[in-house]
């Protein structure tokens, strides 16, 4: 079992960085796939970026490559989301999820994860 609390949701200017992390109790946390997802309102939930397990390459959306950057401290059981540049478009609940079995091409569906946070609210706005 595995319990995922996201931290460092806000309201930033447009062009502005927040730095969200996802904080993991349980074993082996290294040996999960660990991605963010976003939903804004209204619209389905959008796959962001992935790290998959003991592999810290990130795996990027179009939508936030060369913006957006995922990384993991397994030791301190927490992947971190630094997002730069942001856009107005980039305001929705971020969401982290984990899952054991996660194969490269399942990577952006949300129901390949089996953990799921409670989320953490970005607002880019001016």
């Known amino acids: 079992q595995v319990q995922l609390v996201e931290s460092g949701g806000g309201l930033v200017q447009p062009g502005g960085s927040l730095r969200l992390s996802c904080a993991a109790s349980g074993r082996a946390f290294g040996s999960y796939t660990v991605a963010w997802f976003r939903q804004a309102p209204g619209k389905e939930r959008e796959y962001v970026a992935a790290?998959?397990?003991?592999?810290?390459?990130?795996v990027y959306a179009d939508s936030v490559k060369g913006r957006f950057t995922i990384s993991r401290d397994n030791a301190r059981n927490t992947v971190y989301l630094q997002m730069n540049s942001l856009y107005v478009e980039d305001t929705a609940v971020y969401y982290c999820a984990a899952g054991q079995r996660v194969i490269l091409s399942s990577l952006g569906r949300w129901n390949a994860y089996d953990y799921w946070g409670q989320g953490t609210q970005v607002t880019v706005s001016s």
């Open positions: 790290t998959r397990r003991n592999n810290s390459n990130g």
